[in-house]
């Protein structure tokens, strides 16, 4: 029969004197306090594994800091998961690893990680912006509280503001990267399922409002108001390439001369700079050859086509041709981008191709590989296409007041 252990007493515990090894006194059902030479009473639990069956020790605390009572209740806390074949040990850790995770994954953290990914598959323009718009609105109210603890009111409540303030557009893309990270963070392990999911509908939906163009049969103005403008000669320059080759206003402000081909005739913008991500080939025609023959001297000899005025080492500003023509009265009119709906507008009335056009503007099909069949057998039409744009924007430009026709014929005459 085995040997039935007499449970302690607070006053044992209490006069238990250290010894010069330390000992053991039991309270039976494996629990036992632990008298070391210094004086310290450690509580213990020694159980048998429930899968190696190996005698293991679990630490309960101190005495006295953990009560006989409370000794006694972790002890019966740890035999109930035995008894469900959990180790108390194994349990514990993990108990200590999530609320280590708890801390430790916060928003900030978890956003920064995000980013890092999505970053490399945007433009560097567009990753900035992302990320200024997370340290501006977001990070301030959020970066310290850790994912798990992200609630849909709590996001809800420090958006209001803006919404309040009529950006409505600023909390759409708001709700959309924070989504992107719960997302991420679900993906990860890191939280179960995302909170966030359809606060977007709880705000109001920004108008949509195409971006201000210019009519075709108000090209000539346009040309007239550029060449008229008190502007710098690099301005006017880069305005009439985004014109000519149909580009983003980042994409053209941002040309290098390592990008033109001058023996195939063509302008390869890298992935790395395109909305899209992918290469983009612009065909050149007689007036944009002409365009970058005429800027060489100014900027041959360095990096970008179309340096910076401050810091000629650097691109002009993206915005720099949208200053310009706010300054020539076009402001509600037209903006750089919107050359591209007036070139897209133009072309379509003409009867090209709509798909020649799509693929001419770098829009991404959603088929991928049709897309990139599409880019490899419109090169050749492509050309024809943008050569009857440059041709019809100079003779909009009625010759004398267009910078590629007079470039083109100094060339010609220098020939």
Known sequence: MARLTKPL???????AKPKDKEYNLADGGGLQIRIKPNGSKLWLL??????TKKRQNLSLGTYPDISLLSARKLAQEARTLLAHG???????????????????????????????????????DHAAATWRSFKLHLLPSLKDIPISQITAPMVIEFLRPIEAKGNLETVKRLTQRLNEVMIYAVNTGLIHANPLSGIKAIFKKPRKEHLAALKPDELPELMQAIANASIKKVTRF????????????NEAAAARWDEINFDERIWLIPAARMKMRRDHQIPLTEQTLALLAAIKPISGHREY??????DPKTHSNVQTANAALKRMGLKDRTTA???????????NEQGFDPDVIEAALAHTDKNQ?????????YLDRRREMMTWWSNYIVEAAKGNVSLAHNARNLRLVAQ
């Open 9 to 15: 007493s607070d006053t044992e515990i209490k006069t």
């Open 46 to 51: 020694n159980y048998s594994h429930p899968i």
């Open 86 to 124: 959990t180790d108390p040990k194994a349990h514990r850790e993990a108990q200590i690893a999530a609320k280590a995770a708890i801390i430790e994954h916060t928003f900030g953290k978890i956003a920064a990680e995000w980013f890092e990914r999505k970053k490399d598959e945007v433009t560097e």
């Open 238 to 249: 880069l305005i009439e390439w985004q014109l000519h080759t149909m580009t983003r206003p």
């Open 305 to 310: 086509i179309f340096p910076a005025d401050r």
């Open 337 to 347: 981008h919107g050359f591209r709906s007036l070139a897209s507008t133009t072309l």
């Open 369 to 377: 590989v049709r897309s990139a069949y599409n880019r490899s057998i």
